[in-house]
């Protein structure tokens, strides 16, 4: 989405684990990258695998930012012991890991944090300066949907109609008859 702030993208969770929604995202030219990421409890791994943390789902978004160079900015819900009443999720069993989540942050082009990382499970907001001049500094060293792609052996195809959950036979083109 373009804006007065530049191009403007957007992806929530696992998404973020999917090398082509990235990739696609990076050859439209993303100058904010939004990540938006659920509370996950970093206190409460017992059980749980490395990759369902606060930490990861970091490195995950500050991957993106250099990968794509662009800037990141890392949105991650928070649930305290007062939420977790009004939400009617108090009695569950991991309200005594409360708070939650709270681990946003803002990445610059090159991976960069642009902000001091908040407590985990304080509800802030985070504010940075940027310069996208700085994201076209860090496009000159790597650009992976430029000058450091391989259109030579890799190509992405992006599918721009409504997709069908079933295809029929007679819906491939005559060639495939």
């Given amino acids: 989405m373009d804006s007065s702030f530049g191009k403007i993208g957007g992806l929530n969770c696992w998404e973020h684990t ?31 695998q490395y990759h369902i943390t606060g930490n990861m789902c970091g490195r995950l978004t500050q991957v993106m930012s250099m990968e794509g ?32 989540g709270g681990f946003s942050m803002i990445y610059g082009p090159t991976g960069e944090p642009l902000v001091e990382a908040p407590d985990t499970g304080a509800e802030v ?39 069908k959950p079933v295809h029929f036979a007679t819906d491939l083109p005559v060639e495939h008859k």
């Fill in 18 to 48: 999917q090398t082509l929604l990235r990739y696609y995202e990076y050859a439209q030219g993303v100058d904010i990258h939004v990540a938006s990421w659920p509370l996950i409890w970093d206190n409460a791994t017992e059980g749980l």
């Fill in 69 to 100: 160079a662009c800037f990141a900015l890392l949105c991650s819900q928070v649930l305290t012991e007062k939420n977790a009443a009004k939400c009617k999720v108090d009695k569950w069993a991991f309200v005594d890991k409360l708070p939650g």
């Fill in 125 to 163: 907001i985070l504010y940075a300066d940027i310069d996208l001049k700085t994201k076209w500094m860090a496009k000159q060293n790597l650009d992976v949907v430029g000058h450091y792609s391989r259109p030579d052996l890799l190509s992405l195809r992006v599918n721009q109609y409504p997709a």
